[in-house]
């Protein structure tokens, strides 16, 4: 089993639609957890992060952890066109801060 | 844009070649990650240099080598290229080694083995 599973989609949404994408992890040793987007042909970059579990809400973004079903979600509201990207969820132990396992990414894309 | 730049941002090789890509870090940044990010896949952890030193390195076999010079810019070798090693390389960096995870990635050398 993988440390972070995550569907690669592809997921195709209306413009205004919620979005909800979702990944699992096994290790319960992990502290933090963090979304980051990638825009073709570019670096990931970070959306968010939430440490341990709860909710956490930037703008139009809600990043959510369980960590009692290993459960890590982020919503998008209000989803835009330039919303499209990959959508990589990762989680780090704390330790070691370039050490992160990435999900596979969902590729999501948000129709004018 | 992050500040963080790699070079070449593509190359062709082939199998059983050496190739060495580069990465300049964000000003500020003492600490250098490198994923390797197969088509279709997540990134994957090489290795970290902090200070010029190896600070953890991932599930990669000893051909993939690295450095950090004294102005915390990086390289990645790797030696005897094989087909697999087909994929988009990632340099991150970031401000010392804890913390919340933030890493700033630059845009990827893209490498093809033939």
């Known amino acids: 089993q993988k440390e972070v599973e995550q569907d690669p989609g592809p997921l195709s949404v209306p413009e205004g639609a919620i979005v909800s994408l979702n990944c699992t992890y096994s290790n319960s040793a992990f502290q933090y957890f963090m979304w980051y987007r990638q825009y073709s042909r570019k670096g990931p970059e970070l959306l968010m992060y939430?440490?341990?579990?709860g909710n956490k809400e930037d703008g139009r973004f809600t990043a959510q952890v369980d960590k009692s079903s290993k459960y890590i979600s982020l919503f998008i509201r209000d989803s835009q066109p330039s919303d499209s990207a990959t959508y990589l969820c990762a989680r780090s132990y704390g330790g070691s801060q370039g050490n992160l396992i990435f999900g596979k990414g969902t590729k999501l894309s948000v129709k004018p | 844009e992050t500040g963080v730049t790699q070079s070449p941002t593509h190359l062709i090789k082939t199998r059983g070649q050496q190739v060495t890509l580069r990465c300049s870090s964000q000003s500020g940044h003492n600490t250098v990650s490198w994923y390797q990010q197969a088509l279709g896949q997540g990134p994957q952890f090489i290795f970290q240099?902090?200070?010029?030193?190896?600070?953890g390195r991932g599930n990669f076999p000893p051909r993939f080598s690295g450095l950090q010079f004294p102005n915390y810019s990086s390289e990645l070798n790797v030696n005897a290229l094989e087909l697999d090693d087909s994929a988009l390389y990632l340099c991150?960096?970031?401000?010392?080694?804890?913390?919340?995870?933030?890493?700033?990635f630059g845009e990827g050398s893209r490498l093809t083995v033939l």
């Open positions: 240099y902090y200070r010029e030193e190896e600070n």
């Open positions: 991150a960096s970031s401000s010392g080694t804890g913390g919340t995870g933030e890493l700033f």
């Open positions: 939430t440490y341990s579990s």
